[in-house]
């Protein structure tokens, strides 16, 4: 007999969320996971909680709040003698933010019965998981009927810029800067580098992006990518298209990066660099080789469309298999395996997952660009509508921006919705839930808003499509 019914390797927003809806169902579960916290002591939440989506978030708000009160609360009237920034106690919110998170999961985990093991998990065949625990003591080994892979993934280092936990650093470093640097570089324009080089911007950094496209941000909407490029730029944040690292040398004080673009070889010299060049799933160090698991291309687990892999009663989610890697995605694969595990039949509809960038103004968008419907010779319709016009956005200080709303030609079906502005990480869950049940545009456009709201843009765009907005 099985020590239990599922065990999950990983305590991330995949892993957890499954062992809770596991436990739900009435499931013998336990939880593997090794992570460490800043004060050495086991906590759960994976990167997400503890070094990515909440931690981020958290200073992206306090550098939010700084940014308002140093270039926006004068014109509300409201006068301060002095601005200053500390950014000790900020990191210190941060962490608050953190800890009450990861508490959090613990408490649930209690809740229901889900035994939390503390170690480093590999896979020995059968079924079977050796755990190798914090420090000194033996490792154990534990069956189960089940196992759900959940190991998520790390940032990606470029060999001619290594991290070195000072000069050059990856999303976990540049979380924890102890004081906002003079110079920083930025090496990727994706969701975290963009992230990341908003918040220090906003804190008063001189920030450098390079992106090695030609284009920014090619793969959503680009008339969106570039009005959030525009935006960006007059923030202060230097982005630069179709750069190639030719070199980077740190010493004690500084980073030097040489760069080659259509105009030839620059040079920047930097306090900080950020590499934010991308992710890969941690499936090295799990047995794979030793229980004959399938991993493809990169390094991502290969499962079916219900995340089976090769091996009988091992399933694998989130960011370790293909797919975005977003911690909403594994959470819904992960509540997805747990109720097959239990005989049920659910779905993870990949089509209407959202994409969320926290900048200020936010980027948000699902479904499908406009470059790709016309890649895929798709005719439809498209109606927009800007902040600048939104009542609320204006009286709130946060115009800048629009809603764009994609439809089928002949059906009315949206297809895709675009949002850069305020808030844009919660109206498009609107989208989400229209798309979900096959709503049209005019379905939107026949939906009563409050006003005055931001979700009256999305009620705009909407008429856009057919030609009757309102207010534009």
């Given amino acids: 007999m099985a020590d239990y019914d599922v065990i999950i390797l990983g305590g991330g927003p995949g892993g957890y969320v499954a062992a809770i809806r596991c436990a739900q169902l009435g499931l013998n579960t336990a939880c593997i996971d090794d992570r460490l916290d800043p004060r050495g002591e086991p906590v759960l939440g994976g990167v997400c909680l503890n070094v990515g989506c909440i931690p981020s978030k958290a200073l992206l708000d306090s550098s939010h709040h700084y940014h308002r009160a140093q270039h926006e609360f004068a014109d509300h009237g409201i006068r301060l003698e002095s601005l200053g920034i500390d950014i000790a106690t900020m990191m210190r919110r941060k962490q608050r933010v953190v800890d009450g998170l990861t508490g959090g999961i613990s408490m649930l985990f209690m809740k ?86 908003s918040l220090w911007s906003r804190l008063g950094a001189k920030v450098s992006v390079l992106v090695r496209s030609e284009r920014f941000m090619r793969n959503i909407d680009q008339q969106m ?11 202060g944040m230097n982005i630069l298209l179709g750069a190639k690292l ?44 030793v229980v004959g698991l399938a991993i493809g291309r990169r390094g991502f687990i290969d499962v079916d469309a219900e995340c089976r892999t090769n091996l009988p009663g091992v399933y694998a989610i989130g960011d370790v298999v293909r797919g975005p890697m977003l911690a909403h995605k594994a959470s819904e694969e992960g509540v997805a395996v747990a109720e097959r595990i239990a005989g049920q039949k659910p779905e993870v509809n990949y089509d209407v997952m959202p994409f969320v960038v926290y900048t200020w103004p936010e980027l948000a968008w699902v479904g499908a660009s406009a470059e790709q419907l016309q890649a895929d010779g798709v005719a439809f319709n498209s109606g927009v509508f800007p902040f600048s016009s939104n009542g609320r956005a204006r009286a709130g200080g946060d115009a800048s921006g629009l809603v764009k709303i ?67």
């Fill in 225 to 235: 990518a570039g009005l959030a490029r525009k935006e960006f730029e007059q923030q």
């Fill in 246 to 289: 030719v070199s980077v040398k740190a010493t004690a004080r500084q980073v030097a990066v040489v760069y080659r673009d259509a105009d030839g070889e620059h040079k920047l010299t930097l306090d900080r660099l950020l590499v934010a060049a991308g992710r890969k799933p941690n499936s090295d160090n799990i047995g794979a080789d």
């Fill in 112 to 197: 229901h019965k889900v035994q939390w093991i503390k170690g480093r998990g590999t896979l020995t065949g059968d079924r079977r998981v050796q755990v190798s625990p914090h420090g000194s003591g033996d490792a154990q080994e534990f069956s189960a009927d089940n196992i759900i892979i959940a190991t998520g993934s790390t940032p990606v280092e470029l060999d001619i810029a290594p991290f070195d936990g000072k000069r050059i650093v990856d999303s976990t470093g540049a979380l924890s800067f102890d004081e906002v640097p003079k110079r920083l570089g930025v090496i990727g324009g994706g969701v975290v580098g963009l992230e990341l080089g």
């Fill in 406 to 472: 994609l439809s089928d030609a002949a059906s009315d079906r949206i297809l895709g919705v675009h949002i850069f502005g305020p808030n844009a990480s919660e109206l498009i869950s609107e989208a989400v839930v229209a798309m979900e049940f096959a709503a049209s545009a005019e379905d939107l456009a026949r939906i009563v808003h409050a006003h005055p709201t931001l979700s009256e843009a999305m009620h705009e765009a909407a008429m856009a499509v057919d030609g009757r907005s309102l207010h534009s």
